[in-house]
């Protein structure tokens, strides 16, 4: 942002928005930072209309601002509450002091903030905005002199400045040489990839006991050492260790430009073989599209291509040695500092991997079940007097497995003591490590409707955008929004930051399970077909 000649300010514009509003209290997808002159009747105009165009809630100057206001702290929270920082360095982009204090706040807000910087180096080289040489660095000296001869100006600000101008031109970004056309789109693309990723990784706001968890496995991963360091989390299903695992990603992911979040191996490469998972993995980290067609090609590009990149990537739930040696088969397939971190239910896949820390994620002790067991149940972190000893009976049923106490609380959430009984007495028949059958009594509590969505989800609707599913079950009067909410209020099933569906996979287990018991040996016969093979099959036998 940059004053006019007259010295009026110029104001931003937010795409989608009314030109009364103000910016306080507003929020941005894309914050634009350049320099006028030379961009603004050009490439800027044409970048924001393709990110408006793509939907996407962008910021650049324009009418927005109540005249009068005091501009300069106003856009500096813009630019904090943009997700995704655009510097467009330009020729003169230097001389302006709007533009360089806008640049030195969007390089504090990717350190402090995990906010994204992506710079466009707009007919200007990376190494003259570096080291402010040539074209750029002519006119930011001019700059700098004309400021040094101002008694007012403090000399601290050049450094700001210059260290901002140092570290933006180490940042992988785009250079503006050839056709705009093309690199508009490129970087709406780029963008809403990033937005689609919403940066932290979903999980549950009614943790408990996870810190104490995050603090030992962080010892591990963020030890500051330049090594590149494979971490283990093992322990049984519905445990917590995806929910682990992604909550140290969270906290670390920022110190990586490349970055991937692998979720359900075990499902994936059941169903879509590995070489898929690659292509994944090849996408997150180099942006690149169906790279690979077998695993052997995917393995040798993986090993090749990553060794120059300091990655960060969570394999959530693997089951298989060969999956690891496919997508993260030894250290020195990545740059120094890197991290991978693997969630297993078995152990040996650990040991076989030789992971450098190993750690063992164990069941909650009864004050953490209990508490967040009345998170569920009660929406406080202790039941009622008059449901202690029930509450008691019930959490000692669960062995501690958080998702059996998310669900179990959920089911009797607002049911009085006669059903809290009746409830507890179905539980004790089921032993403790047959977690599926104790899982079974939620779902045998919904109605038909309810049910109906339940094991749709479980077989085909995994990560799908929940509106597009509901407008089958709408015309099969399932009414889906009473549904939808009906199985997210008993922990059945969550909605993601992108309307996905989102299962635990012990859920998902034991929804595909009743339908395979609808006729055990006939897949023919049963009410849904997910497996590709069995529905090959029962096509080509109804011929």
């Given at each position: 942002?940059?004053?006019?000649?007259?010295?009026?300010?110029?104001?931003?514009?937010?795409?989608?928005?009314?030109?009364?509003?103000?910016?306080?209290?507003?929020?941005?997808?894309?914050?634009?930072?350049?320099?006028?002159?030379?961009?603004?009747?050009?490439?800027?105009?044409?970048?924001?209309?393709?990110?408006?165009?793509?939907?996407?809630?962008?910021?650049?100057?324009?009418?927005?601002?109540?005249?009068?206001?005091?501009?300069?702290?106003?856009?500096?929270?813009?630019?904090?509450?943009?997700?995704?920082?655009?510097?467009?360095?330009?020729?003169?982009?230097?001389?302006?002091?709007?533009?360089?204090?806008?640049?030195?706040?969007?390089m504090e807000g990717k350190k402090n903030n995990k906010q994204i910087v992506l710079p466009i180096f707009y007919k200007v080289k990376p190494a003259e905005v570096r080291y402010q040489k040539g074209r750029f660095g002519k006119a930011f000296h001019e700059r700098e002199s004309h400021l040094l001869e101002r008694s007012s100006f403090n000399p601290t600000t050049l450094e700001k400045w210059k260290s901002a101008?140092?570290?933006?031109?180490?940042?992988?970004?785009?250079?503006?040489?050839?056709?705009?056309?093309?690199?508009?789109?490129?970087?709406?693309?780029?963008?809403?990839?990033?937005?689609?990723?919403?940066?932290?990784?979903?999980?549950?706001?009614?943790?408990?006991?996870?810190?104490?968890?995050?603090?030992?496995?962080?010892?591990?991963?963020?030890?500051?050492?330049?090594?590149?360091?494979?971490?283990?989390?093992?322990?049984?299903?519905?445990?917590?260790?995806?929910?682990?695992?992604?909550?140290?990603?969270?906290?670390?992911?920022?110190?990586?430009?490349?970055?991937?979040?692998?979720?359900?191996?075990?499902?994936?490469?059941?169903?879509?073989?590995?070489?898929?998972?690659?292509?994944?993995?090849?996408?997150?980290?180099?942006?690149?599209?169906?790279?690979?067609?077998?695993?052997?090609?995917?393995?040798?590009?993986?090993?090749?291509?990553?060794?120059?990149?300091?990655?960060?990537?969570?394999?959530?739930?693997?089951?298989?040695?060969?999956?690891?040696?496919?997508?993260?088969?030894?250290?020195?397939?990545?740059?120094?500092?890197?991290?991978?971190?693997?969630?297993?239910?078995?152990?040996g896949v650990l040991k076989e991997s030789r992971v450098d820390h190993n750690y063992e994620h164990e069941v909650m002790d009864y004050d953490q079940s209990l508490i967040l067991f009345s998170k569920h149940a009660f929406r406080k972190d202790s039941p009622p007097s008059e449901f202690e000893d029930l509450t008691c009976e019930v959490v000692s049923t669960t062995g501690g497995l958080p998702l059996s106490l998310?669900?179990?609380?959920?089911?009797?959430?607002?049911?009085?003591?006669?059903?809290?009984?009746?409830?507890?007495?179905?539980?004790?028949?089921?032993?403790?490590?047959?977690?599926?059958?104790?899982?079974?009594?939620?779902?045998?509590?919904?109605?038909?409707?309810?049910?109906?969505?339940?094991?749709?989800?479980?077989?085909?609707?995994?990560?799908?955008?929940?509106?597009?599913?509901?407008?089958?079950?709408?015309?099969?009067?399932?009414?889906?929004?009473?549904?939808?909410?009906?199985?997210?209020?008993?922990?059945?099933?969550?909605?993601?930051?992108?309307?996905?569906?989102?299962?635990?996979?012990?859920?998902?287990?034991?929804?595909?399970?009743?339908?395979?018991?609808?006729?055990?040996?006939?897949?023919?016969?049963?009410?849904?077909?997910?497996?590709?093979?069995?529905?090959?099959?029962?096509?080509?036998?109804?011929?």
């Amino acid at each position: 942002m940059e004053t006019n000649s007259n010295g009026s300010s110029l104001s931003p514009t937010k795409a989608n928005d009314g030109a009364s509003s103000s910016l306080t209290g507003s929020s941005y997808e894309v914050f634009l930072s350049f320099r006028g002159p030379d961009t603004r009747h050009g490439f800027t105009d044409h970048l924001y209309k393709g990110l408006v165009d793509a939907g996407i809630d962008a910021f650049k100057d324009d009418d927005e601002l109540r005249h009068g206001e005091d501009i300069r702290p106003v856009l500096m929270k813009a630019i904090k509450s943009s997700k995704i920082l655009i510097p467009i360095l330009s020729e003169t982009y230097g001389t302006s002091s709007w533009c360089l204090d806008e640049l030195v706040q969007m390089m504090e807000g990717k350190k402090n903030n995990k906010q994204i910087v992506l710079p466009i180096f707009y007919k200007v080289k990376p190494a003259e905005v570096r080291y402010q040489k040539g074209r750029f660095g002519k006119a930011f000296h001019e700059r700098e002199s004309h400021l040094l001869e101002r008694s007012s100006f403090n000399p601290t600000t050049l450094e700001k400045w210059k260290s901002a101008l140092d570290e933006v031109s180490t940042l992988r970004g785009y250079e503006a040489d050839g056709s705009e056309v093309q690199l508009v789109k490129s970087i709406v693309r780029e963008v809403l990839n990033e937005l689609k990723k919403k940066f932290e990784l979903d999980i549950s706001k009614n943790l408990v006991g996870i810190d104490v968890h995050v603090k030992k496995v962080m010892e591990f991963v963020d030890n500051k050492s330049r090594d590149t360091l494979f971490v283990g989390i093992h322990g049984m299903g519905g445990i917590g260790k995806t929910t682990l695992a992604k909550a140290i990603y969270n906290k670390i992911f920022n110190q990586f430009e490349h970055r991937s979040y692998i979720a359900d191996i075990r499902e994936s490469w059941k169903h879509n073989g590995i070489h898929y998972i690659q292509n994944q993995l090849i996408y997150d980290i180099l942006k690149l599209k169906n790279e690979v067609g077998n695993e052997d090609e995917g393995t040798k590009f993986i090993s090749s291509r990553f060794k120059s990149k300091k990655v960060l990537i969570l394999l959530d739930d693997v089951d298989n040695i060969v999956q690891v040696q496919r997508l993260a088969g030894n250290h020195d397939w990545f740059s120094s500092g890197s991290r991978i971190i693997i969630t297993t239910r078995n152990k040996g896949v650990l040991k076989e991997s030789r992971v450098d820390h190993n750690y063992e994620h164990e069941v909650m002790d009864y004050d953490q079940s209990l508490i967040l067991f009345s998170k569920h149940a009660f929406r406080k972190d202790s039941p009622p007097s008059e449901f202690e000893d029930l509450t008691c009976e019930v959490v000692s049923t669960t062995g501690g497995l958080p998702l059996s106490l998310e669900v179990f609380g959920s089911l009797l959430c607002g049911k009085n003591s006669t059903q809290w009984i009746n409830t507890i007495k179905k539980l004790k028949r089921v032993p403790h490590t047959e977690v599926q059958k104790k899982l079974k009594i939620s779902y045998e509590a919904l109605d038909y409707a309810q049910k109906q969505i339940f094991l749709d989800i479980a077989c085909f609707f995994i990560g799908t955008d929940k509106r597009i599913a509901s407008y089958m079950w709408d015309a099969c009067d399932f009414f889906p929004g009473e549904g939808i909410e009906a199985l997210i209020f008993m922990s059945l099933i969550k909605v993601g930051n992108d309307h996905e569906l989102i299962m635990h996979d012990h859920l998902r287990d034991l929804g595909r399970e009743i339908v395979r018991q609808e006729n055990q040996r006939e897949p023919r016969y049963r009410s849904r077909l997910w497996d590709y093979e069995e529905a090959q099959k029962v096509l080509k036998e109804a011929k």
